[in-house]
């Protein structure tokens, strides 16, 4: 069975630029995330959705950053414009009830 | 916002000797406990997880939880340098939001 899976892996951009991150989670899995993750940290939840609705987003800055999950299933998360401090590890991970969440490989975004 | 602490380290271990890496969480209505390990440039793995107060066994890893106490921890035996790694202590709530902590470097030395 396929894991969840990210894309692009890396993505770098210049300052103002919009970007955009897709995830297509395990299938079956209700539950998606999305992290950003800096160096040395742990990672921090921008979103979280169950289904198509997003019941988590308190940590998503909304003036620049949006997300949608359609159909419930795979999921983009926006950032426009960038900036320089947006530079990180965007991970997306999915899971179903109270089990573990499995992560993708994430996409390492540099803005220059 | 929901805490998760874990030291940061790094915690030094000889190889063959037992690692002990501990994590606090501040939700008494916690249910579900992780242990992610995540080697430099890659996401996070899943290697332990537990939803019941007691001590948790697979292979060389045995996770233990204390709900009254709000802490878990990660026991690694027999340490190996390739379990030289940052881990993740990870909570999840009744609603189902997983919250991380920042994460203690382990390096196992031969």
């Known amino acids: 069975e396929a894991g969840v899976v990210q894309s692009p892996r890396y993505k770098i951009i210049e300052k103002k630029q919009p970007v955009a991150f897709w995830c297509n989670p395990i299938?079956?899995?209700?539950?998606l995330y999305w992290y950003r993750q800096n160096l040395g940290q742990g990672p921090e939840l921008l979103i979280r959705?169950?289904?198509?609705?997003?019941?988590?987003d308190s940590q998503l800055p909304k003036d620049r950053f949006s997300a949608e999950r359609l159909k419930g299933v795979d999921s983009t998360l926006k950032i426009q414009p960038a900036e320089l401090g947006d530079s990180a590890v965007y991970l997306c991970?999915?899971?179903?009830?109270?089990?573990?969440?499995?992560f993708g490989q994430g996409t390492r975004l540099t803005v220059v | 916002q929901k805490e998760v602490e874990q030291n940061s380290g790094p915690l030094s271990v000889p190889e063959g000797a037992i690692a002990s890496l501990n994590c606090t969480y501040s939700d008494r209505g916690s249910q579900s406990f992780f242990w992610y390990r995540q080697y430099s440039g890659k996401s996070p793995e899943l290697i332990m997880f537990i939803y019941s107060n007691g001590d948790k066994e697979d292979g060389r890893f045995t996770a233990q939880l204390n709900k009254a106490s709000q802490y878990v921890s990660l026991l690694i035996r027999d340490s190996q340098p390739s379990d030289s790694a940052t881990y993740l202590c990870a909570v999840k709530d009744s609603g189902y939001a997983l919250n991380f902590g920042k994460g203690t470097s382990l390096l196992v030395t031969p």
């Open positions: 299938s079956g899995h209700n539950t």
């Open positions: 959705y169950e289904n198509e609705e997003a019941v988590d």
């Open positions: 991970a999915s899971s179903e009830g109270r089990s573990e969440a499995f």
